[in-house]
């Protein structure tokens, strides 16, 4: 099926330091998204992204979190800086249809992140 | 707001199983339900949808009827698999906004 990747795997970086995470969604998809698990834990909405803008974002994408897709390229999550509960695994995952709540949702593997 | 109900935390089967995982959503408006299933190490994957009333959505053994009377969409399957051993996590398409909505997600534990 469609595969998202996601780059790095595993990132361990210092708090307070920036780091960027980085998704190269399906390529004919519209809409991006970035959801955090923390182990062990749920599933939990970021933000999601279209035309080269937020569409929606939750509580938990904080005022040092950002996000873009410049000239088409990798989606990015960035963060900076970064705290100690930023540490998580982040899925990124991509749709294709345009202004459809109802549409399927495809997932990379995820980018598991420590900050010491 | 939206939300999902997973009752089951961990589920565990022997091979040959009857499984059920219930869920339970709440919503404003019509949305469409999902189920995914993640395996260790991976992002979650797409298992199944339905998008209205009474619908059946299935797949590789795995079928859930959409209830709109008892807001339920709960994962069934005949005989489960060491295989199936996974998280399912039972979501709701809110197409007001374009956001999925995950629940906290089913250990199942399939034992051989």
């Known amino acids: 099926g469609p595969k998202v990747l996601q780059i790095p795997s595993h990132q361990i970086i210092d708090m307070g330091q920036m780091v960027t995470l980085n998704c190269d969604p399906v390529?004919?998809?519209?809409?991006f998204y970035w959801y955090k698990q923390i182990l062990g834990q749920q599933m939990e909405f970021l933000v999601n992204f279209y035309n080269g803008k937020v569409m929606e974002k939750s509580k938990l994408f904080k005022d040092q979190f950002s996000v873009e897709r410049p000239d088409g390229s990798y989606f990015t999550l960035k963060i900076q800086p970064t705290a100690l509960e930023d540490s998580a695994v982040y899925f990124c995952?991509?749709?294709?249809?345009?202004?459809?709540?109802?549409?399927?949702?495809?997932f990379g593997s995820g980018t598991r992140l420590t900050v010491l | 707001g939206d939300s999902v109900t997973q009752t089951e935390g961990q589920v565990a089967l022997s091979e040959e199983d009857f499984l059920t995982i219930h869920c339970n959503y709440s919503?404003?408006?019509?949305?469409?339900l999902f189920w995914y299933v993640q395996y260790p190490g991976e992002g979650p994957q797409f298992l199944f949808r339905?998008?209205?009333?009474?619908e059946k959505g299935s797949s590789r053994g795995f079928e859930a009827t959409y209830d709109k009377g008892t807001t339920s969409f709960h994962l069934r399957k005949a005989s489960v698999q060491e295989s199936d051993s996974a998280v399912y996590y039972c979501?709701?398409?809110?197409?007001?906004?374009?956001?999925?909505?995950f629940g906290d997600g089913t250990q199942l534990v399939v034992k051989p």
């Open positions: 979501a709701l398409g809110d197409r007001s906004n374009n956001r999925i909505f």
């Open positions: 995952a991509s749709s294709p249809r345009l202004g459809v709540g109802a549409e399927t949702l495809y």
């Open positions: 919503a404003s408006g019509y949305p469409a």
């Open positions: 339905a998008s209205r009333d009474k």
């Open positions: 390529s004919n998809h519209l809409y």
